[in-house]
């Protein structure tokens, strides 16, 4: 049964494909502003383990298409992703993973989608996006939202992964103290128990960004990840 929960697992945050967001209804940037360009770094402690994670954030408007460019960089993985500009979602992604023994790239983007979302419920590519997706989420207003993910269904499998509002938090972070909104990110029902959650820490300035993410994220024996703010530089058109 383990092996059965560790592959879904994998399932959720390894291979789940990306999908263009103008096909489904998501939270939208109308009447939110976001720099065109920022740069994120986080202290990134995975278990005994710390080192550095970069995003880097850029408005790109091309002949063809307009797109929020999200790349990210940590030792051990590159990341390129295209963002709608009117949902913050990732449509296209082309990742580089680094072991010891091997490389792997991963392109992924999807062609066509028809998935209708009921209440409550939110489009997400991946976890690799979130923290970029969760920026336009209307908190405040949703105290729960069930994540949806682009082929995987609920129905075949009775997992549900769910986002739960917690309500506002100030935190400290290197002596500095952060308004935020506090979210729990995780499998609902006695799953979430099997695979534990993950606290998510948004700022309630805008615009909003991740400030803290705190939690398991992996089957049993996966160590605890932490992701803290250790410096944001927006770079705001004139």
């Known amino acids: 049964m383990k092996k059965r929960y560790g592959r879904l697992f994998l399932y959720f945050f390894l291979c789940i494909p990306f999908v263009r967001a103008q096909e489904v209804q998501s939270p939208s940037t109308e009447g939110r502003t976001l720099p065109a360009q920022e740069r994120f770094v986080y202290l990134r402690k995975i278990g ?4 550095d994670l970069v995003l880097n954030t850029r ?14 960089q940590t030792p ?7 963002l709608s500009p009117e949902t913050l979602f ?11 023994d091997t490389v792997i790239r991963r392109t992924t983007t999807i062609i066509e989608n028809r998935i209708k979302l ?3 419920e939110l489009l997400l590519s991946s976890t690799d996006t979130i923290s970029q997706t969760l920026r336009i989420f209307p908190w405040g207003r949703v105290p729960k939202a069930r994540i949806v993910f682009p082929g995987f269904s609920e129905n075949s499998s009775g997992f549900s992964f769910e986002l739960t509002v917690l309500g506002k938090e100030t935190i400290n972070i290197n002596g500095k103290e952060y308004p935020c909104w506090k979210a729990q990110l995780g499998l609902g029902g ?3 128990a099997v695979f534990g959650k993950t606290l998510l820490y ?3 300035t805008s615009p909003s960004y991740l400030l803290k993410s ?3 994220v992996g089957p049993p024996g996966t160590p605890r990840t932490i992701l803290e703010l250790k410096n944001y530089s927006p770079i705001i058109s004139s």
């Open 59 to 72: 408005l790109v408007k091309d002949a063809d298409e307009t797109f929020y460019e999200l790349t990210t």
């Open 190 to 192: 006695i799953f979430g």
């Open 90 to 100: 990732g449509y296209y992604s082309d990742i580089t993973t680094r072991t010891k």
């Open 76 to 82: 051990d993985q590159t990341g390129y992703y295209k």
């Open 214 to 216: 705190d939690g398991v």
């Open 48 to 51: 005994d383990k710390v080192d």
């Open 202 to 204: 948004f700022s309630t």
């Open 118 to 120: 009921k209440d409550n």
